[in-house]
């Protein structure tokens, strides 16, 4: 498929960062929530090289808040969510599973609890927004929901502890995985949170201040130099590997979580009142059809603009994959696929038309091994 330029507008938004991502030679592009955000920079192969080695700072200020303040914050927040956050606590971050009436996703982000009656949910790519104003609203909630001025900065790598506490002190070290808290630099504070969309290390700074984050992230880049700084983004490849899952690509609203392996965030069992919960507990009475399983296929590349159909020797349907890449770590395309249930025992053999030419693939578990 032929790659056209995105062309700008108002309704795409660029970032405080754009200019120098631009500057560091930023390759391609994609909408997300609305705004740019990266996808490659030197290559995606050449990318995922560097990624597992070093360190990088990411432009990721398209990873949107959507702010919801009030006496009944938290009510509307855990009614949006399968996951049980009545022991949630303030400084902890919450992956938690968005639900709609039908018991199917509607996102899958990051919440973190600011205060009793603040939250950040940190969204991936869908009007979040909307659907908070729509629960609120139906429901005569008294709270406020706003998308905050919040433009995050992520490092990534393996090296991304020693470049920042070059920035934060040592103490940033120390900070457990899924846990946020203040740091100082240049007299400024920054909410930075240990967390990001890669399985190598990381953490994510949201800033609330555009010229101290253009400041910030010149500051990455020269205390950096020794541990072979570059700019990146989310890695296609690495992600994958990592079975890192995203939301328009591997799943969206015509999934349920227990098709997707969330089940470990769906609390049927408790008190807790959140949408869609009859639906999910007849779903889970009468079991899936289908799940997100991993595949691996014999060829050593792939491009994945839209769902793939899987095929048996006998032409019947095992499933589509949805993302795929080649992994240098496995030699072969891997990718994440929906498999249906006579299908989904990992080594169930299929064929998949790439390109015109038909390769053998295999079923497997997830995380890849």
């Not at 996808?39 to 995606?44: I, L, Y």
């Amino acid at each position: 498929m032929k790659n056209f330029p995105i062309i700008r507008s108002r309704r795409l938004r660029s970032t405080p960062y754009t200019d120098r991502i631009e500057a560091h030679g930023v390759s391609g592009y994609t909408v997300y929530n609305h705004m740019l955000l990266p996808v490659s920079f030197k290559s995606v192969e050449a990318d995922y090289e560097h990624l597992k080695k070093f360190v990088q700072v990411w432009d990721v200020a398209a990873e949107r808040q959507v702010q919801i303040t009030g006496k009944d914050s938290a009510e509307l927040v855990q009614l949006m969510t399968c996951r049980d956050l009545s022991n949630s606590k303030v400084g902890k971050c919450y992956y938690a599973p968005l639900i709609d009436d039908q018991g199917n996703l509607v996102n899958d982000p990051i919440i973190n609890k600011l205060a009793d009656d603040k939250w950040w949910l940190s969204i991936a790519d869908s009007d979040v927004i909307f659907f908070a104003k729509g629960l609120a609203a139906g429901y005569k909630f008294d709270v406020e929901i706003t998308e905050p001025n919040v433009n995050i900065l992520a490092v990534q790598g393996p090296l991304s502890d020693n470049l920042m506490a070059r920035i934060f002190g040592e103490e940033i070290r120390q900070l457990k995985f899924f846990n946020f808290k203040y740091y100082e630099f240049k007299k400024r504070k920054y909410f930075v949170a240990r967390s990001g969309w890669s399985k190598q290390s990381g953490f994510e700074i949201y800033v609330e201040d555009d010229l101290a984050g253009q400041d910030l992230y010149d500051q990455l880049f020269e205390n950096g130099k020794e541990f072979n700084v570059r700019a990146g983004c989310p890695n296609l490849i690495e992600r994958i590997e990592s079975a890192l899952l995203s939301y328009g690509n591997d799943f969206d609203n015509r999934d349920n979580p227990f098709e997707v392996n969330f089940d470990k965030f769906v609390s049927l069992d408790s008190n807790i009142n959140f949408l869609g919960k009859d639906k999910l507990k007849q779903i889970k009475q009468d079991g899936i059809k289908r799940k997100l399983m991993g595949v691996r296929i014999d060829h050593n590349q792939i491009n994945i603009h839209s769902e793939k159909t899987l095929f048996d020797e006998n032409d019947n349907v095992v499933g589509q994959v949805r993302s795929a890449a080649y992994s240098p770590k496995f030699k072969k395309v891997i990718g994440i696929a929906m498999i249906n249930k006579p299908y989904w025992d990992a080594k169930h053999q299929f064929k998949i038309d790439i390109e015109g030419k038909i390769f053998p693939g295999t079923v497997c578990d997830l995380p890849f091994i």
